[in-house]
């Protein structure tokens, strides 16, 4: 599984807990949350763009910086 790493514009803990049930209800990802410096590691089978898409339904900017 490749990982990804994301730029989300997060907040605060709901900013994070929305990130949370975005990837959740997307299934087979695998992620870790870095509210402070914004970031979103995701480990995941998934296409950058099917990822990026689901992250843009949290309603907060995203960008993809790339895999790590």
């Known amino acids: 599984m490749a990982k990804h790493e994301f730029f989300v514009d ?4 709901g900013c994070s807990n929305a990130v949370t049930r ?3 209800k ?3 990802v695998q992620f870790d ?3 402070p ?3 979103v ?3 995941s089978n ?5 990822l990026t898409e689901r992250l843009k339904r949290t309603g907060k900017d995203v960008q993809y910086i790339g895999e790590k």
């Open 33 to 35: 949350i870095d509210l």
């Open 46 to 50: 998934h296409s950058v763009e099917v």
């Open 10 to 13: 997060m907040t605060c803990e």
């Open 22 to 24: 975005v990837l959740n």
């Open 37 to 39: 410096n914004k970031k």
């Open 41 to 43: 590691l995701i480990e």
């Open 26 to 28: 997307l299934g087979g």
